[in-house]
């Protein structure tokens, strides 16, 4: 078992930056890959980024590319979510989840992770 808890979010303009944070417990952080997703009322959860357990690989979803980093520290069984440039279509509950078929790698699909946080608030005014 693992467990995730999101922390970070919160109400930011448009341009400023947040960083969430994703605290893992329950197994060693080497057992799993992490991945970022976001959800709005009525749409379907989407893909944001994701990172290997080793930090190694990372993947971003386009909308995101040059303006978030995801980033994790092993010491602390923490990733993170650094966003920048924030627009306010970034709107949305971002959830963090755990993944473990392959932690070489960052997975982009949802139905590969086995483990999910409560979600976080993040709401982008203009």
């Known amino acids: 078992q693992v467990q995730l808890v999101e922390s970070g979010g919160g109400l930011v303009q448009a341009g400023g930056s947040l960083r969430l944070s994703c605290a893992a417990s329950?197994?060693?952080?080497?057992?799993?890959?992490v991945g970022w997703f976001r959800q709005t009322p009525g749409k379907e959860r989407e893909f944001v980024a994701a990172?290997?357990?080793?930090?190694?690989?990372?993947n971003y979803a386009d909308s995101v590319k040059g303006r978030f980093t995801i980033s994790g520290d092993n010491a602390k069984n923490t990733v993170y979510l650094q966003m920048n440039s924030l627009k306010p279509e970034d709107t949305a509950v971002y959830y963090c989840?755990?993944?473990?078929?392959?932690?070489?790698?960052?997975?982009?699909?949802?139905?590969?992770?086995?483990?999910w946080g409560q979600g976080t608030q993040v709401t982008v005014s203009s």
């Open positions: 989840a755990a993944q473990m078929r392959d932690p070489r790698v960052g997975v982009r699909s949802l139905f590969e992770y086995d483990y």
């Open positions: 329950g197994r060693a952080f080497s057992s799993y890959g």
């Open positions: 990172i290997s357990w080793n930090g190694g690989n990372t």
